[in-house]
Each structure stands twice: as C-alpha cells, then as structure tokens.
C-alpha cells in the first residue's frame, strides 16, 4: 500500500512555462515533505521542503504548497529551464519518535523533461 | 569536501550467491541510510544507522539481508542467497546527525549500487 503516490509518471513542459509535480500522501501522521531531484546516474538531490504547520515555501523558481486536509503538495518551477529535466521524487515523514518518525517514505517519481 | 560514495557502481552476480556492496558516507555524518529503488518503484527504506548501533532495521526485505557499520563511518550492506527479486538500485545517504527525525535533516546520496541478479 503506497502512502505517498505521484500518479503521473511523466511530464513535458516547453521552456520558459510551468512545471507542475503533483504528489498525494494517505498518512495523516506525515508532518513533513520533501522534494528531491534525481538525474540519471546520481543519486537524489534535496531540493524543497515543507512542515506541516505551512502551507507555502518558495525557494527562487521552485515553489512546494501543501494542502493537508487533501494531503496533497505540488512543486511549481517557474520558470521551466532544460536544466530542469530530471526525475523528481516526493517524500514524507512523521514526527521524531512516531511511527514514521525515522523513515522518509518516497513516491515512485515523476521524469519531467523540459524542451527548448 | 567529497559526498557520499558508494561501490561498485554496479554489480551482476547469479542467483544464489552473496553480495557486498559499500558505502562511504560524508566525514561527520553520524546517520547512515540505505535505499534501494525497484523499477518504476519509489526509494523503498532498508536500514538506518545512528553510528554503529541500527534503531531501525525494520526495512529489511528479509533475514537475507544484513548491514553493518564499522568506526561510525563505512556501511556494508550484505545480501545472502540472492534472488532475482533482489535486483534493484542500492542507495546509500548520510546526514549530519539522524536526531531530528528523517524529514528535518537533509539526506545526502551517493550514487548508488546497480545490482543484476540473474
């Protein structure tokens, strides 16, 4: 049973446009998300985070929201360069001490590919 | 300074035989963690280390799988009588100390261990 899920597989976005990533969790007990990139080759790169107690957190072109009582975040980049092009993974995890205290629980991943 | 490094970056072994595969983490890093990532999976948790002692084995697929941390720095990550099952992209991170929970200290990966079983 997959607890956070990013149901698009892939997305193409032409350069200059937003990106939008999406990303549905069913655990209500996860207070913390992340966003990391991932190139072929590498390993994931941290990239955005956002607590529970926000529902906005803008890093330059990237931006997460939040949505709990959806459980739902999203990952706007704006604008959308070919440099962008990567796979990007959604992760979560509880409160320190709880059952998802100590783990990052990940979506499957979604490859975003920016033309020019 | 050098990030985390893991080896071999890849590795085809037959079905049935043992696997070693090392990781490297950051100088200083107290917390050490293994991944590994299916095909069309997401990051699947294996193991957490805080120092040399394992809080959290609880992902370990099954009592073929061990890991072990020498010195608070190298990992091993040991996977007895392979199975094809066992294929898979084997990511290793570190962070700074492990204490405030996953979520709220940045995890940093290596590269990873691609592993073929036939």
């Known amino acids: 049973d997959q607890q956070v899920k990013q149901n698009s597989p892939s997305l193409s976005v032409q350069e200059g446009r937003i990106s939008i990533l999406n990303c549905d969790y069913t655990?209500?007990?996860?207070?913390?998300f992340l966003w990391y990139k991932k190139y072929p080759a590498e390993g994931p790169t941290f990239l955005i985070s956002?607590?529970?107690?926000?529902d906005k957190n803008e890093d330059g072109r990237f931006t997460v929201f939040l949505n709990k009582s959806a459980k739902h975040l999203s990952l706007h980049i704006v604008p959308s360069q070919p440099g962008d092009s990567a796979v990007y993974f959604c992760a979560a995890s509880g409160p320190p001490g709880a059952e998802y205290g100590n783990k990052l629980v990940f979506g499957a991943g979604t490859i975003l590919r920016v033309k020019s | 300074g050098a990030g985390v490094s893991q080896s071999p970056s890849n590795k085809v072994t037959e079905k049935g035989k043992d696997v070693e595969l090392r990781c490297d983490p950051i100088s200083g890093h107290t917390a050490l963690y293994w991944y590994r990532q299916s095909l069309g999976q997401g990051l699947e948790f294996l193991i957490y280390?805080?120092?040399?002692?394992?809080?959290?084995k609880s992902g370990l697929p099954s009592d073929r799988f061990s890991a072990e941390r020498t010195g608070g720095s190298v990992s091993t990550l040991t996977i007895q009588r392979t199975q094809q099952e066992d294929s898979a992209v084997y990511l290793c991170?570190?962070?700074?100390?492990?204490?405030?929970?996953?979520?709220?200290?940045?995890?940093?990966f290596g590269p990873g261990t691609r592993l073929l079983v036939l």
């Open positions: 280390f805080q120092g040399n002692s394992a809080p959290d």
């Open positions: 991170a570190s962070s700074l100390s492990g204490l405030a929970g996953f979520g709220w200290e940045t995890q940093y």
């Open positions: 956002i607590s529970s107690i926000k």
């Open positions: 655990n209500s007990m996860f207070d913390y």
